[in-house]
C-alpha cells in the first residue's frame, strides 16, 4: 500500500531535551517536506527536500534540522525544543515538485513542556 | 505576500443541505490549487485539484469547485452534505516557479454536518 509513515504517533517532552521524528514514503517519490499544523493557521512548510541530499528551508524553519541521506526517509530533528514548538506536524511527499498530489502521513502530535 | 484565506471558519449544516466554502488567494503568478479534507484524526486527503483547462473540476465523494481567475477565488462546493462530511476543508497553492512543491494553505474551515 503506497503511504507515508511517520514515528511516533504522538510526543510529550521537556524544553531542550533533542528529538527525532521520523517519515519514510514507499512510493519512491522525489520532494518531500514537513509542515506544522497550528490552530488558526493551516499548515505551513518548515522544511523541503528535492531529492536525496538536496534540502531547503520552508516557511517556519527556525529551530528544526532535516536530512535526506535516503530516498525514502526524511527525519525532522529538533535540537532543543521549545514550548512554541508544540504542535501538530505533518510529513508529506510527492513525486515530483509542481503539479503533483502531496500525499500526506498520519501526523505528529508534539507537546513540548 | 503569497497567501491564501477561506472566508468561513466554522460551518454548521444540517443533512442534505448545499455547501459553499470560500476560498481566495494572493499570489502574483500561475499557481496550482487544491482542495485537502482531514475527517477527524486522520491524515489530509486530496479532495480535487486544478491545474489547467475547465476550470469546473469535479473531485471525490460528489465535491466540486470552480476557479475564477478574475477573482482570485477556488469555492468549493457540495449540493447536499452528509454526516460523514464532517471534517476540517484546507484549500491550498502551490506556485508554478520557485519551490514548486509548497502548499500554501489556508486558515481551514471547520465543517459539522447534523444529522
Redesign the interface.
Known amino acids: 500500500e503506497a503511504q507515508v509513515t511517520q514515528n511516533p504517533r504522538y510526543l510529550i517532552t521537556v524544553t531542550g531535551k533533542k528529538l527525532t521524528v521520523t517519515c519514510s514514503q514507499n512510493m519512491n517519490h522525489e520532494y518531500m517536506s514537513w509542515y506544522r499544523q497550528d490552530p488558526g493557521l493551516g499548515l505551513r512548510q518548515i522544511y523541503y527536500s528535492m531529492n536525496v541530499e538536496v534540502t531547503d528551508k520552508g516557511d517556519v524553519p527556525e529551530g528544526y534540522k532535516v536530512s535526506r541521506k535516503e530516498k525514502r526517509n526524511f527525519p525532522l530533528i529538533l535540537e532543543s525544543p521549545s514550548p512554541n514548538q508544540t504542535s501538530l506536524y505533518f510529513c508529506a511527499s510527492s513525486l515530483r515538485p509542481g503539479p503533483y498530489e502531496q500525499y500526506f502521513g498520519p501526523g505528529t502530535r508534539l507537546t513540548v513542556t | 505576500a503569497q497567501s491564501?484565506s477561506q472566508h468561513n471558519?466554522h460551518v454548521i449544516l444540517s443533512e442534505a443541505a448545499s455547501l459553499e466554502l470560500g476560498c481566495n488567494y494572493s499570489y502574483g503568478g500561475t499557481v496550482?490549487l487544491f482542495w485537502?479534507v482531514q475527517y477527524p484524526g486522520?491524515?489530509?486527503?486530496?479532495l480535487l485539484?486544478y491545474?489547467s483547462g475547465d476550470p469546473l473540476v469535479k473531485g471525490i465523494k460528489g465535491f466540486e469547485a470552480e476557479f475564477i481567475k478574475s477573482k482570485f477565488s477556488f469555492n468549493l462546493r457540495k449540493p447536499s452534505v452528509q454526516w460523514s462530511d464532517t471534517a476540517e476543508y484546507?484549500c491550498?497553492v502551490?506556485p508554478?516557479s520557485g519551490?514548486?512543491?509548497?502548499?500554501i494553505?489556508?486558515?481551514?474551515t471547520t465543517l459539522q454536518v447534523k444529522p
Open positions: 491564501v471558519h496550482n485537502y486522520q491524515h489530509l486527503q486530496l485539484k491545474f484546507f491550498a502551490s508554478l519551490n514548486t512543491g509548497k502548499l494553505f489556508g486558515q481551514g
